[in-house]
């Protein structure tokens, strides 16, 4: 299971370098800026950012807006400002906080939205990565989703239907409706800790011990939906090896390839 989801992987790793914009149906622009704490004149903080901002005067996305907005201003508000006054926080006095955004999937279902960040802090560069899927069309609309409800989306379940499908509609992916987030997460980790180690882009200083990355690392949370073929993307931890998540690494799977290593945990 583990060489053909690994060869699934390699071939889809090219087609993720660009996201699906072409296929959009929200329209996501860039709302950036910079700011300086305390100030311009005698900053110990930069933050460069870019968060998304949905365009439209619809509930979805005034609630997806919402979401980054606070964010954004939990930063700019909070931390940040915190983190100026605090003299352990202060180092040599010119620390580069960094956020970005990439889009992964962005169809008449699903968004799915990964911010990506660093923050170089005295000697210390730290990267930490957050994916987030909305629902666009169904009963949550505006709203994220767990795991298990990516997955029956991206296996061709309604989205209205989330809350009521039964797995004897949809045998394919009994296990899946049958499980639970934390139970489907619980299943694929093994399978996706070997993918990672196997990734071709680390190098042997960089893969984890098991208990490393499940520190790090968590399928329910660390995921997002993927426009081509119905994938879920799996990010590697970007504080385990940050040369890989420069390269926005990933395992993808199938909902069907999903629902294999569930009946797999199974029997073991």
Same mark, same amino acid.
């Given at each position: 299971?583990?060489?053909?989801?690994?060869?699934?992987?390699?071939?889809?790793?090219?087609?993720?370098?660009?996201?699906?914009? *072409?296929?959009?149906?929200?329209?996501?622009?860039?709302?950036?800026?910079?700011?300086?704490?305390?100030?311009?004149?005698?900053?110990?903080?930069? %933050?460069? #950012?870019?968060?998304?901002?949905?365009?439209?005067? &619809?509930?979805?996305?005034?609630?997806?807006?919402?979401?980054?907005?606070?964010?954004?201003?939990?930063?700019?508000? =909070?931390?940040?400002?915190?983190? /100026?006054?605090?003299?352990?926080?202060?180092?040599?006095?010119?620390?580069?906080?960094?956020?970005? %955004?990439?889009?992964?999937?962005?169809?008449?279902?699903? =968004?799915?939205?990964? !911010?990506?960040?660093? !923050?170089?802090?005295? &000697?210390?560069?730290? #990267?930490?990565?957050?994916? =987030?899927?909305f629902d666009v069309s169904g009963i949550y609309a505006g709203e994220t989703l767990t795991l298990r409800g990516v997955i029956l989306i991206q296996a061709g379940v309604d989205p209205e239907q989330l809350e009521d499908v039964r797995a004897e509609e949809h045998p394919d992916i009994a296990r899946i409706i049958r499980g639970s987030s934390g139970s489907i997460s619980e299943a694929l980790m093994?399978?996706?800790?070997?993918?990672?180690? /196997?990734?071709?882009?680390?190098?042997?200083?960089?893969?984890?011990?098991?208990? &490393? %990355?499940?520190?790090? %690392?968590?399928?329910?949370? &660390?995921?997002? *939906? $993927?426009?081509?073929?119905? $994938?879920?993307?799996? #990010?590697?931890?970007?504080?385990?090896?940050?040369?890989?998540?420069?390269?926005?690494?990933?395992?993808? =799977?199938?909902?069907?390839?999903?629902?294999?290593?569930?009946?797999?945990?199974?029997?073991?």
């Open positions: 299971m583990v060489k053909r989801v690994c060869t699934l992987f390699l071939a889809a790793l090219v087609l993720w370098q660009c996201a699906a914009s *072409a296929f959009a149906e929200l329209t996501v622009e860039r709302n950036e800026g910079e700011r300086y704490f305390p100030d311009e004149k005698n900053w110990v903080y930069h %933050f460069a #950012y870019a968060y998304p901002k949905i365009l439209g005067d &619809d509930y979805t996305a005034a609630l997806i807006n919402d979401t980054y907005q606070m964010a954004l201003d939990e930063m700019t508000n =909070l931390v940040l400002p915190m983190f /100026a006054n605090a003299p352990d926080m202060r180092f040599d006095g010119k620390n580069e906080v960094n956020h970005d %955004f990439s889009i992964a999937c962005n169809t008449d279902k699903l =968004l799915s939205i990964v !911010q990506f960040r660093s !923050q170089s802090m005295g &000697d210390e560069t730290v #990267y930490s990565l957050e994916p =987030l899927t093994p399978a996706l800790y070997d993918l990672f180690r /196997a990734h071709p882009n680390l190098s042997d200083s960089e893969k984890p011990s098991l208990e &490393d %990355f499940e520190i790090e %690392f968590s399928p329910a949370r &660390d995921f997002a *939906a $993927y426009r081509e073929g119905g $994938y879920i993307a799996f #990010y590697y931890p970007p504080m385990l090896a940050p040369e890989a998540y420069r390269e926005n690494t990933v395992i993808l =799977l199938s909902p069907a390839e999903i629902e294999a290593i569930l009946a797999e945990s199974e029997t073991e």
